[in-house]
C-alpha cells in the first residue's frame, strides 16, 4: 500500500504495532488503543498515537483503509470476564466498522482466530466444519458473521484473518504481552535465564507458528486486493512444544529440561493441534509464509545472543 490513510486499532500491541510500523513507511497511519496490551513505546515515531477504546465515539475512521487489530486476544483473557470480552471483541468490532463506513471507508481488514477449528492435524481450509467451544472463540465467530451482514448490507469488502500461533520474541513488541506471549518468546526467555520452561502435559501438543513479519505482509495484502470474507495465514506446517524447546537450546547452545505441568485449561476447550490450509489466501493474492521455523527461532533467539 502507497500514500493511503491507515487506521490501525490495537496498534501498540504485538501485532498492530508490527503492522503500523510497515504500513507508515509509505502511508499516513494513525493508531488507537487503550494500553491494556499495547504501548506507544512498540511504535515508531512516524506514526500517529491515541490512546482511545473501540466503543469510544467519533473514532478517527475518514481513512483509505482500516485494519481492526484490537481484542482480548486469548481464552485466558476472554474467561476473566466474558462480559468484557463481548463488549470489545464484539461491540467494538461494530462499533468501529459502523463508523468507517459512515465515513465512506469500504476496506476493512480484520483480526480472527485459528482456535475456532479445535484441534486438527492436518492443514485446515476455511470451509470446515467450526464448533465453538469458549467465549473468545463466540466472539470471533460473530465478528465474522457482522461482517458478513456489513459486506451485503454496505457493500464494502470485510476480509477476517484467521492468524496462526503468531510470534516474533522479546526482542521485538512481543515482551509487552507478559504471560500472553506467545509460548516460543516465553520458552525463549526462560531458557536463555537458565530457568526451566514450563509445558502443559506431555509437551506433544504443536503448533503451526507463523512468524509475525510473514502476518503482517498477508495482512497488508489483504487489503490491497480487498478481499471480503475469512482466510488462513499460517504455514501449513506444526511443530510440538517439545521440539520449540529443543531448536532453543541448540541455538542458545544451553541444555535446559523443560519441566511438565498440569493443564490449567479444560481439556474439552484445549486446542492441543493447529496447522493451517492458506491455499485460499495464496491463490488469491500470492502470498506465502517467508520465514521457516528454523530462522524464525534463530531470530527470537538473537536478542539473548547479542546480550
Not at 502511508?27 to 496490551?37: E, F, M, R, S
Not at 512481543?174 to 500472553?180: L, R, V
Request: aromatic letters at 10%; a negative charge.
Amino acid at each position: 500500500m502507497e500514500n493511503s490513510q491507515i487506521l490501525v486499532t490495537g496498534g501498540a500491541g504485538f501485532i498492530g504495532s508490527n503492522l503500523a510500523n510497515h504500513l507508515a513507511i509509505n502511508n499516513n497511519v494513525h493508531v488507537i488503543d487503550n494500553g491494556y496490551l499495547g504501548t506507544p513505546d512498540n511504535l515508531q515515531e512516524d506514526v500517529t498515537y491515541s490512546e482511545q477504546s473501540v466503543l469510544a465515539e467519533n473514532l478517527p475512521t475518514d481513512v483509505d483503509a482500516v485494519f481492526h487489530l484490537a481484542a482480548l486476544s486469548s481464552y485466558a483473557m476472554h474467561e476473566k470476564n466474558p462480559q468484557r470480552g463481548a463488549c470489545v471483541n464484539v461491540e467494538g468490532f461494530v462499533n468501529v466498522v459502523e463508523q468507517a463506513q459512515q465515513d465512506g471507508c469500504d476496506t476493512v481488514v480484520y483480526a480472527s482466530t485459528s482456535s475456532i477449528y479445535g484441534s486438527r492435524t492436518e492443514p485446515t481450509p476455511e470451509d470446515v466444519e467450526v464448533t465453538v467451544n469458549t467465549g473468545y472463540e463466540a466472539s470471533k465467530m460473530a465478528r465474522e458473521q457482522y461482517a458478513e451482514y456489513f459486506s451485503n448490507h454496505y457493500d464494502i469488502s470485510l476480509a477476517g484473518l484467521r492468524y496462526f500461533s503468531v510470534y516474533q520474541g522479546y526482542g521485538g513488541a512481543e515482551k509487552h504481552k507478559g504471560e500472553y506471549a506467545n509460548v516460543i518468546a516465553q520458552f525463549a526467555d526462560d531458557i536463555a535465564n537458565r530457568e526451566s520452561p514450563k509445558l502443559y502435559g506431555n509437551g506433544e501438543q504443536t503448533r503451526d507458528f507463523t512468524h509475525v513479519s510473514d502476518i503482517v505482509r498477508g495482512t497488508e495484502l489483504a487489503a490491497e486486493y480487498e478481499l471480503d470474507g475469512v482466510y488462513n495465514l499460517g504455514t501449513g506446517d506444526r511443530y510440538s512444544f517439545n521440539t520449540v524447546v529443543d531448536l532453543i537450546n541448540d541455538e542458545l547452545d544451553t541444555n535446559i529440561d523443560p519441566e511438565y505441568v498440569s493443564n490449567p485449561i479444560p481439556e474439552s476447550v484445549y486446542v492441543h493441534d493447529t496447522c493451517a490450509d492458506s491455499s485460499k489466501m495464496q491463490a488469491e493474492t500470492g502470498w506465502q509464509p517467508e520465514i521457516s521455523f528454523r530462522e524464525g527461532i534463530a531470530r527470537v533467539c538473537a536478542k539473548y545472543k547479542d546480550e
